[in-house]
């Protein structure tokens, strides 16, 4: 606002909608500079690339290349400007609104404000130790910005700890130290803001550079800082995924744009959000936390995953990847749909298990499920899609036996169903809650809070140890919509109930899983599992699909071969196939198979 020192007057009459006209000034240009861009790149170079193959054809295209990346970075650094414009008005309003208010009461207490802050207040009749009744004059106070808990600065007067005979001066002092604070507050605001404000100078030169794009991220990562509590106070605080939509549906493009490109950390997550602005903002933030991630010295698994996730967003697939959600917390966590999410008729969402994290296997493994589970469903219905859903700390072999991490999981699994719920556009979408191991403990824990999973109309359990319930219609969607698939030599689906465990290996600290392979206490026939009854069992209810065997656990060396085949086409197209035919809303066509 100005390069002297910032005067309560400069505050007082601050008029913080001209830095809005300024920010909305920049944003006509970013737009322009964009659909400059689009122009460019649909218009101009896909004409050029489809009539003419020459070699000054190809010299036009890297001039319109360039011409492309030149719009992009006006779009980008108009756009950081706007923003810093838009937080500095934004910012400023508590202080001004402070300052206005301490101004109003030093009018009401009849104070004279002077043009250097201070205060000037009137004599008061006050009664003196014999109770008579004097007249004290008035004065003068200075204004102190130092906080409650702030040491004074150097040479700063100290205060009586007496309190003044004139009780106007107490009052005056209050009303002049929140001036002073108001001012200061607005000082630093200001400040702030100038330093972002001045970095976000254009690079020389007509080319973008390696070292230009560099310099955008800084000045991103800038800007961010600056405005970090204007972008966050415009988020509405614990609303449920409607509430969010309708919230995101009321910003402006302007104002989505901020966050999108500005701090898609702060939307990237949220449910309710729709999946292309997602994915938008998550793929914009992915760089960013792999930089983080990089200078702090991080997990060097999850950088590899995260590097992983970012060369397939980069890759031809034969689905579109939207990426709903990436983060690095607990054990990593990613969200990624194969197929649009929001205009699919029909949307699946498959809850990993036992094992799972964000690693080179989530990546080349995990993912394939999904997009082998999209690839089968549009075969009946191209209008589907299916999500992979990390969006939880899956249990490791040690914390297996625990129903901790679906207990935490099934919360944020539900609050993710009820954003999908918001968002999709069909009047009733067909939507599948798919558990995979583990995973179908989360899914089943998910159906067991009030109001069961938000929008799911049927559930697949898939290697499960169970659910949680003895019974399939304890699942919410009707026993007829709940289908198993158990291979016989699918050594989880086999898992001693966790009475059985207690008087084997497991109270050794082997866990459910040794108890198994020991084999002195496997599951004795009684249909008891250990997180409850056997989902692919007659008492259970659920309607069972055929899937292959799979090879055997100790003979054949399988290992875990036969609990990690039930979505691969290439190792299990029975079972593949059945998974596709759900999501794609037609169960009346999968091969059907005996309780066990």
């Known amino acids: 606002m100005t390069g002297t020192a910032l005067t309560w007057q400069q505050l007082r009459d601050l008029k913080r909608s001209e830095f809005e006209d300024a920010g909305d000034r920049w944003n006509e240009v970013s737009g322009r500079s964009d659909a400059d861009r689009v122009r460019v790149d649909r218009a101009m170079s896909a004409k050029l690339r489809e009539t003419q193959e020459s070699e000054s054809a190809e010299a036009a295209l890297g001039r319109l290349k360039r011409l492309s990346r030149n719009y992009q970075y006006l779009h980008t650094e108009c756009g950081l400007v706007r923003t810093a414009l838009n937080g500095l008005a934004s910012d400023l309003a508590e202080p001004q609104r402070q300052l206005k208010q301490t101004l109003e009461d030093a009018a009401g207490e ?12 009137p004599a008061a009749e006050v009664q003196d130790l014999t109770g008579a009744k004097k007249e004290v004059p008035g004065g003068k106070v200075q204004g102190s910005a130092r906080l409650p808990l702030e040491a004074p600065a150097l040479g700063e007067p100290t205060r009586s700890p007496f309190l003044p005979a004139n009780p106007n001066a107490t009052k005056a002092q209050g009303i002049a130290d929140r001036m002073a604070r108001a001012v200061r507050s607005a000082a630093e605001i200001d400040g702030r803001y100038a330093r972002t404000l001045d970095k976000l100078r254009a690079a020389k030169g007509l080319d973008v550079t390696k070292a230009t794009l560099e310099d955008v991220f800084r000045d991103t990562d ?13 988020i509405p605080q614990s609303k449920s995924p409607a509430e969010y939509r309708t919230w995101w549906d009321g910003l402006t493009d302007e104002q989505r744009q901020e966050y999108l490109e ?22 914009n933030y992915l760089p960013v936390l792999i930089d983080e991630l990089a200078r702090q010295g991080g997990d060097e698994t999850k950088l590899d995953a995260l590097r992983g996730i970012q060369t397939k967003l980069n890759e031809p697939s034969k689905v579109p990847m939207f990426l709903l959600g990436i983060g690095d917390e607990g054990k990593g966590r990613a969200i990624v749909a194969y197929g649009n999410p929001d205009t699919s008729r029909n949307v699946s969402a498959y809850v990993p298990g036992l094992g799972t994290k964000l690693d080179k296997e989530f990546v080349d493994d995990t993912l394939q499920r999904g997009l082998d589970t999209a690839v089968g469903a549009r075969g009946y219905d191209s209008s589907s899609a299916a999500i992979v859903w990390l969006g939880y700390d899956a249990p490791s072999f040690l914390t297996v036996g625990s129903t901790g991490d679906a207990e935490r999981g099934a919360p944020a ?9 918001a968002t999709n556009a069909n009047k009733d979408p067909h939507v599948t809650a798919i558990g995979h191991s583990y995973g179908s403990l989360t899914v089943g824990t998910a159906a067991q809070q009030d109001g069961g999973i938000p929008g799911a109309d049927d559930i697949i359990l898939l290697g499960s140890p169970g659910t949680g319930v003895d019974k399939a219609e304890d699942l919410g969607v009707g026993k007829d919509h709940v289908y198993v698939g158990a291979a016989d030599n699918d050594l989880v689906t086999k898992l001693p109930s966790e009475q059985q465990s207690a008087w084997g290996v497991w109270g050794m600290g082997g866990g459910p899983v040794a108890s198994y392979i020991v084999g002195d206490i496997a599951d004795q026939g009684d249909d008891d599992l250990y997180f409850g009854k056997d989902p692919a069992s007659k008492a259970f209810g659920a309607q069972r699909f055929e899937v292959d065997d799979g090879p055997r656990v100790i003979l054949d060396a399988g290992g875990f071969d036969a609990h990690s085949q039930y979505f691969t086409p290439t190792k299990d197209q029975v079972s593949a196939d059945n998974i596709a035919l759900i999501v794609a809303g037609r169960p009346e066509k999968i091969q059907t198979e005996e309780w066990r």
Not at 110 to 121: A, Q, R
Not at 225 to 231: I, K, N, S
């Open 110 to 121: 009849n104070f004279t404000v002077h043009e250097d802050g201070s205060i000037s207040y």
């Open 222 to 234: 800038a800007v961010r800082t600056a405005a970090d509590r204007y972008l966050d106070r415009g």
């Open 262 to 283: 500005i701090a898609p950390d702060l939307v990237g997550g949220l449910d309710g959000i729709p999946a292309v602005a997602r994915d938008e903002a998550n793929r």
């Open 413 to 421: 699994y539900n609050s993710f169903m009820a954003g999908l719920e």
